[in-house]
């Protein structure tokens, strides 16, 4: 499984920490005695100023949604805009709490309880999470001007201008980084070491050639290719910080949270109506029937593809040689992003056939290589889409490719991602799955659940269209495939699992290396890619899990209330029409419209 990422983060579909608060510009609500109108509209006056405010104060954020008035501006991270950030963050918190959230509708009552959780999260984040001290990653210039030079929506000219005067600040916001890093943890140096190296490679050719062949006057030009120097020169400075004093000091925290830490972050993370640990009960007993749907369909399998040969007795063995026996048809190491592409136009087709929703030729879908600044942090595949500002845009699918695996490696991938499971990917990352949610999401009259995605909601989207698939039909309903899905949503299950295990239960890699390999029948080199995840993320891979069982469990609900009249294709699409809000929100909404 992979990460979902669009150009504002690297990690799940909303980053609360850094940079994130409310400017105190607009004037308070009224009251709607005052004003002679609805609580509604006054609060929808509340949500504008809000919104406004936001984009003032994140300019990055706000360019990954396509609001690109403050595409120039770089926030530098230092202890005094941290202390701005705080006050203005308690008077959008004022002036949130004098909307009466009991008086307004449904919708409204969805979008007050997202910015209640953003103000909140965000206060949690600063002082107490405090990761802009232990995740030198998080600094990373690289990103933020890929995005303004690959953008479509102005002329060369106007972005190469915001880039130079972005940048120009550069030597303040590594100098701040370098201030704020205190006791990190070693993965996270290794991260920001590699990642950064990547962020070089967008100060290179691409860029210059852009200038050249700008229209920018000879000044102007000038100007920028020095501040790209000098931007290079600091950037290679703060690799050497991290490389010279910070890895050979030794100093480290351990990257594990811990049960308090772990369980506050999965609740303003993952907004279920579960906690933390009934989650982590909940896929320990969907792990125990998934195997046994697999030992069933590994032994009718069985004679097709070992005709003569003694069956295993011990169910594991059985399963696990099974799929071994079916990883073996797979892609090639050059060829595996073509194989990629090639499948897409499939996923289309029967989407459309099946009448599973109602999809959107003119929003392009754009199969590409991972950028190099993206790369590093365990996930083979994600997608980075367009905000809501900016739906004509190219969402990209960003595929790894394995020309820096050996041979042995990449076999090992292969063999993960073979004939079955890529098709898998390719749904849960692209058709119906990442790719259709986030174009939904961008039509959806909210642009407050727009904003604030919630990745459980996200991936668990993703989950429940490759299940939604094979119910339909996709495969053939063979034991093949269900047996590889079993063995794709086992992966589901144990991230789950082993983000519990890691981050609160302190499980060794040896410990997770060994759950991955024997339960979740998963090969060596994608085990180790995702106890990477494990070791640079925290709470993100039980979002997986979360959504998809809430999201599974709402339409059998509806089924069975609705019974012969439930249409699949009117609640795939109902529920996608709510945004990214959390599952627990859709279905209020849902169950009150049923």
Request: hydrophobic share 35%; with cysteine.
């Amino acid at each position: 499984m992979t990460k979902t990422s669009t150009p504002r983060r690297l990690l799940g579909l909303l980053a609360v920490g850094g940079a994130l608060w409310l400017g105190s510009c607009e004037p308070g609500p009224q009251t709607a005695t005052e004003s002679n109108e609805t609580p509604d509209t006054e609060f929808d006056k509340f949500k504008v100023g809000f919104i406004d405010s936001l984009w003032y104060f994140n300019p990055e954020w706000a360019s990954s949604q396509g609001y690109h008035r403050y595409d120039s501006v770089l926030v530098v991270p230092s202890a005094a805009r941290r202390k701005v950030e705080a006050q203005a963050r308690e008077r959008a918190r004022k002036r949130l709490l004098a909307n009466d959230v009991s008086k307004l509708s449904v919708n409204n009552q969805t979008d007050y309880r997202l910015i209640e959780n953003y103000l909140n999260a965000s206060r949690w984040y600063a002082d107490t999470l405090r990761d802009y001290q232990w995740n030198p990653a998080n600094y990373n210039l690289g990103a933020s001007v890929a995005e303004i030079l690959n953008g479509r929506y102005a002329p060369l000219e106007r972005r190469l201008q915001a880039i130079s005067w972005k940048i120009s600040r550069s030597p303040d916001f590594y100098e701040a980084a370098k201030t704020n890093i205190s006791n990190p943890t070693r993965e996270h140096t290794d991260l920001a070491i590699r990642q950064n190296k990547g962020g070089l490679a967008v100060f290179g050719p691409a860029l210059l050639d852009s200038i050249n062949r700008s229209k920018l006057s000879a000044k102007d030009k000038e100007a920028l290719l020095t501040r790209i120097g000098t931007t290079k020169e600091v950037i290679g400075n703060y690799i050497s910080f991290l490389e010279q004093d910070v890895m050979k000091a030794g100093k480290f925290r351990s990257f594990r949270l811990g049960k308090e830490l772990f369980d506050r972050k999965f609740y303003y993370d993952i907004q279920s109506t579960y906690t933390a640990d009934q989650v982590y009960q909940k896929a320990q007993q969907h792990r125990r029937e998934l195997l046994h749907d697999m030992g069933r369909r590994a032994v009718r399998l069985w004679p097709k593809y070992f005709a003569g040969q003694p069956m295993p007795a011990d169910t594991v063995a059985l399963i696990k040689k099974v799929i071994s026996r079916l990883s073996e048809k797979h892609a090639t190491q050059k060829g595996f992003v073509d194989a990629v592409k090639q499948q897409i136009p499939t996923l289309v087709k029967f989407v459309n056939d099946k009448k599973l929703l109602t999809q959107d030729p003119s929003k392009p879908l754009v199969v590409r290589e991972t950028p190099l600044y993206m790369r590093g942090s365990g996930a083979g595949a994600s997608v980075s889409a367009p905000g809501p500002y900016d739906k004509a845009a190219d969402t990209y699918y960003n595929v790894e490719p394995l020309d820096e695996l050996s041979a042995a490696q990449a076999e090992s991938y292969l063999r993960e991602y073979n004939e079955y499971t890529l098709q898998i990917l390719n749904i849960h990352e692209a058709i119906p799955g990442h790719y259709t949610q986030l174009v939904y999401a961008n039509q959806s009259p909210s642009l407050i659940k727009s904003i604030f995605g919630n990745g459980a909601m996200v991936e668990g989207w993703a989950v429940y269209t490759e299940r939604m698939m094979l119910e339909s039909g996709y495969g053939g309903g063979t034991d093949e495939f269900w047996l590889m899905w079993d063995k794709w949503n086992m992966r589901v299950t144990l991230n789950a699992i082993l983000d519990h295990d890691v981050h609160v239960r302190n499980a060794s890699q040896a410990q997770v290396l060994q759950l991955l390999q024997r339960d979740g029948f998963q090969e060596e080199n994608e085990a180790t890619n995702k106890w990477l995840r494990a070791t640079l993320s925290q709470v993100q891979l039980s979002s997986y899990f979360t959504g998809y069982t809430e999201i599974y469990d709402l339409r059998e609900e509806l089924k069975k209330q609705q019974g012969t009249s439930f249409d699949l294709k009117a609640f795939n699409e109902q529920f996608l029409s709510f945004g990214s809000a959390p599952v627990k929100y859709i279905r209020a909404m849902m169950l009150k419209k049923a």
